[in-house]
């Protein structure tokens, strides 16, 4: 009893680091520039078939996709920038809504030319095998990829922390404007966020699509995850949105220990209604409290 | 709470004000016409699905155009309406025509639930939430006894000939358009226009000149919701069959949000322009193109008038509209329109 709940809070860490790097660059890309990345879980699930096609064509396994995932990403997401954001940047909110879920769909209905809405998993050597760790029983592929997220928010939080462009991208998230003054180039710093946001999507795919089965069109759930993540921890948090995944993790198996698995679904469904709820603010107040 | 009145139209109606009202009202004649002597199946159907997402689409307009909150889920209310005739049918006998009212408050409180805890907030909430709810709804559909998951249920045919049902669904979806349109024209000109205008424009110095903003949101929602439901209802006795995947598609959300905002949003004679013009498009890429690639070309054509006309076809009229009185202006009122 005590090893199966055990098992359970390490299974729920380890899916929390997960889903911490799904939301990270939502979260990063809405509370420094305050666009809604809608098709933030397309570019997830293009990470996962990124890793996936690289797996079966060139047998690449997913740990070093990774790592090929961010810089690969980071450059489609300056492309999406400079074609779509510079352009609606300035335009009320709704136009820039809509454009982004164009992009989703886009997206979307390409992967699915691309690859259909077959299911697909990633089966590398290690991802059958589990390791005993004291009483634990743990999935290799959980650990891989769970270190590999844990990796990815110590990276960006000492990126953001420690260098001169971390410490921009916060200045601007704090006051874009004053930002500005202080002679900080705005735009340029815009196409880097946001080309880690997706970067960090592209990777963060990666190890989703090492955990679990993915297809084009249920990428939506993944959103959904990513969603309930930064507004439980606010935005352009690192630390909060870790503990954020950390706590949406060990929920997710929580309650999969006790319901059928999708059921899952309607818990978060509920969460997320409750905690819009409970934390009255609106995006905007989120935003003034940055860091 | 929130009393309706009307408001004064502050500008005299020209003539070309008269013409595009005479236009509508031709067309509608031309359109019941054609209803009453026309015996071709596939146009008579075609146009039934016409007016069928004219309605959906006006029901997006109200929020979504007018208050600029977007619902990127609406097949959810349209599948919750069209499932609950279903049940209703299924286990109560009771026919969808009796029961699209009850599909369509079935439907607004879905709205509600929904709209409850995400319109209370600014900003993009409500949008990222009606865009995930659909998958949630539809794995509830998949798993619930009472929808007999992924079985559907079936519906009792209505007992007339093929050509007879679509003119009776033909005349139903008429009627409810006009009924719609002419709703979405009365909010256009009533105070809740007005607040949901307001809110779209600046909901901070909405709140302060008096607007209950986050009530109005509910209302607009919720009579949205109502609409979408009670088309979702009288859509699953047309179809006859209903099951999870066809009835969340996720298609008729991509669709109503294109057409509205191809014919332009925030306009009551908006999605009587975009509907027709995407659905036809759509009929004509069908022939060669797979349903994938089909909503490909649609999400960059929505991309592209995000980005370059987002008025759609109404702003772009009302633009030249403007630039014709403009150059023809001499009176005191020219430059103040063009700034």
Same mark, same amino acid.
């Given at each position: ?7 359970? #809070? @390490?299974?729920?860490?380890? *899916?929390? !680091? =997960?889903? %911490? ?9 809405? +509370? ?111 650990? #891989? @990829?769970?270190?590999?997220? *844990?990796? !990815? =928010?110590? %990276? ?9 462009? +971390? ?125 | ?339």
């Amino acid at each position: 009893m005590l090893n199966q709940i055990a098992t359970i #809070i @390490a299974d729920g860490i380890l *899916l929390g !680091l =997960i889903y %911490a790097i799904a939301g990270v660059g939502l979260s990063l890309v809405l +509370g420094v520039m305050g666009i809604v990345n809608v098709a933030h879980s397309a570019f997830l699930m293009l990470g996962s078939f990124f890793a996936f096609e690289l797996f079966r064509r060139l047998a690449i396994d997913p740990t070093i996709s990774f790592f090929l995932a961010f810089p690969v990403f980071f450059a489609v997401g300056v492309i999406v920038y400079r074609m779509l954001i510079t352009r609606v940047e300035l335009a009320p909110q709704t136009q820039g809504l809509v454009a982004m879920f164009g992009l989703m769909v886009l997206v979307e209905s390409l992967g699915t030319i691309a690859w259909t809405t077959d299911t697909r998993v990633i089966t590398a050597a290690y991802t059958n095998r589990s390791i005993l760790v004291g009483p634990i029983m743990l999935a290799n592929v959980k650990l #891989i @990829a769970g270190a590999l997220a *844990l990796l !990815l =928010i110590i %990276a960006f939080w000492a990126f953001l922390r420690y260098t001169l462009t +971390g410490r921009a991208i916060r200045a601007m998230g704090q006051n874009r404007f004053a930002a500005m003054t202080v002679g900080i180039n705005v735009q340029a710093l815009s196409t880097i966020m946001f080309g880690l946001g997706i970067a960090c999507a592209g990777s963060a795919g990666v190890t989703l699509g090492m955990v679990f089965p993915f297809s084009p069109n249920t990428q939506i759930l993944w959103l959904a995850w990513a969603f309930l993540v930064v507004i439980l921890g606010g935005l352009g948090n690192v630390a909060n949105t870790l503990l954020a995944g950390l706590v949406v993790g060990l929920i997710q198996t929580g309650v999969a220990a006790f319901l059928p698995f999708d059921y899952v679904y309607l818990v978060l469904y509920v969460m997320l209604a409750v905690i819009l709820v409970v934390r009255r603010e609106g995006l905007s107040g989120a935003v003034h409290r940055w860091i | 709470m929130l009393s309706v009145f009307f408001l004064k139209s502050g500008e005299r109606r020209g003539w070309r004000a008269w013409a595009g009202i005479g236009f509508w009202v031709a067309v509608l004649f031309a359109l019941v016409l054609y209803g009453l002597i026309g015996t071709r199946l596939f146009f008579l159907s075609t146009l039934g699905t016409v007016f069928m997402y004219i309605v959906l689409t006006q029901a997006w307009n109200i929020l979504g155009g007018y208050g600029g909150y977007l619902n990127f889920g609406m097949v959810t209310f349209f599948g919750t309406g069209a499932y609950t005739s279903a049940i209703l049918f299924h286990y109560f006998g009771l026919s969808p025509f009796l029961t699209a009212p009850v599909a369509g408050l079935t439907a607004a409180i879905a709205g509600l639930l929904i709209g409850i805890p995400t319109l209370r907030l600014r900003g993009a909430y409500f949008a990222l939430v009606t865009m995930i709810v659909t998958l949630a709804v539809q794995i509830l559909a998949l798993n619930l006894r009472y929808t007999q998951g992924a079985l559907g249920i079936y519906m009792q045919p209505l007992g007339l000939s093929p050509l007879n049902v679509e003119r009776l669904f033909y005349f139903l979806f008429l009627g409810l358009a006009v009924l719609v349109t002419l709703l979405v024209y009365a909010i256009e000109r009533s105070n809740i226009g007005g607040a949901l205008v307001a809110i779209r424009e600046d909901e901070d110095a909405a709140e302060i000149i008096g607007v209950k903003t986050t009530e109005v949101k509910w209302v607009a929602n919720a009579i949205a919701c109502f609409i979408a439901g009670v088309v979702g209802g009288l859509y699953a006795q047309r179809i006859m069959y209903i099951e999870p995947t066809g009835t969340f598609s996720f298609d008729i959300s991509l669709n109503t949000v294109l057409m509205a905002v191809i014919g332009g949003p925030g306009t009551w004679q908006g999605p009587l322009i975009g509907t027709p013009l995407v659905l036809l498009v759509a009929d004509a890429l069908r022939v060669t193109f797979t349903s994938e690639v089909n909503r490909a070309i649609f999400s960059v054509v929505v991309i592209i008038i995000a980005l370059y006309i987002p008025g759609g076809v109404m702003g772009v009229l009302e633009r030249w509209r403007r630039r014709g009185r403009e150059t023809s202006a001499n009176d005191v009122s020219a430059p103040e329109r063009a700034a």
